[in-house]
């Protein structure tokens, strides 16, 4: 089976510019959570979307926006790009984000590099 | 705020030694406490989870955790590290509001032959 998958694997854009990254999840996965790491620190939370419902933001600026579509697959878009926004972008799905101990499998990631 | 110190940002073991990776976390509630393990150019890898119960966790791969309500710390273990061991690892704190989690910065592991 496929785990979490993530388009594209790398992206470079210049400052003011918009980027919208892809985000596939598990097969019966109906949650996807997105998160930003940028270099040498841990994840943080941006997004949560269950049944293309936002369930959950993160302190992020007005910004970031996602979307989940009726195949559970998301979006994640960032307008008027700054050079803090370089991070890895990762997504995570679940089989429906209601659960602390549901288990979240994570994407490889999308590397972002703002100019 | 919940949040999540990893104190550790860089240790080197040998191969064959033990393993300790320091968490401490800071939470209001019973925590919901996680290890992830990130190998370059992959996403995050569950080694094992708390909820309750049992407050020494078994996880993938060899590795434990001890949960310390007192200490307020999660701690790390592993018997004997092997090179495949070398890795990022992050702690992480579930949070029952946003169901998001807080992740520590990490402590990056160096295994020497």
């Known amino acids: 089976d496929a785990g979490v998958t993530q388009s594209p694997t790398h992206l470079i854009k210049t400052r003011g510019q918009q980027v919208t990254l892809r985000c596939s999840p598990i097969s019966g996965h109906k949650s996807v959570s997105w998160y930003q790491q940028v270099l040498g620190q841990g994840p943080q939370f941006i997004f949560q979307?269950?049944?293309?419902?936002?369930?959950g933001r993160g302190n992020f600026p007005d910004r970031f926006s996602a979307r989940q579509f009726p195949n559970y697959s998301s979006e994640l878009n960032v307008n008027a790009l700054l050079l803090g926004d370089s991070a890895l972008y990762l997504c995570a799905s679940s089989l429906s984000g209601q659960g602390q101990n549901e288990k979240l499998f994570f994407g490889s990631g999308t590397q972002l590099s703002v100019l | 705020a919940q949040s999540v110190t990893q104190p550790d940002i860089h240790i080197t073991v040998s191969e064959g030694a033990s393993l300790e990776l320091r968490c401490n976390y800071s939470?209001?509630?019973?925590?919901?406490l996680f290890w992830y393990v990130q190998s370059p150019g992959q996403g995050l890898q569950l080694l094992l989870k708390?909820?309750?119960?049992?407050?020494l966790v078994q996880g993938i791969k060899g590795f434990e955790a001890e949960f310390k309500r007192s200490q307020s710390s999660f701690n790390l273990r592993k018997p004997s590290v092997h090179w495949s061991d070398a890795a990022e690892y992050f702690c992480?704190?579930?949070?029952?509001?946003?169901?998001?989690?807080?992740f520590g910065s990490g402590t990056r592991l160096q295994v020497q032959p």
């Open positions: 992480a704190v579930g949070n029952t509001g946003r169901r998001a989690l807080t």
């Open positions: 708390y909820f309750s119960g049992d407050t």
């Open positions: 979307y269950y049944e293309k419902e936002e369930r």
């Open positions: 939470y209001g509630a019973t925590p919901y």
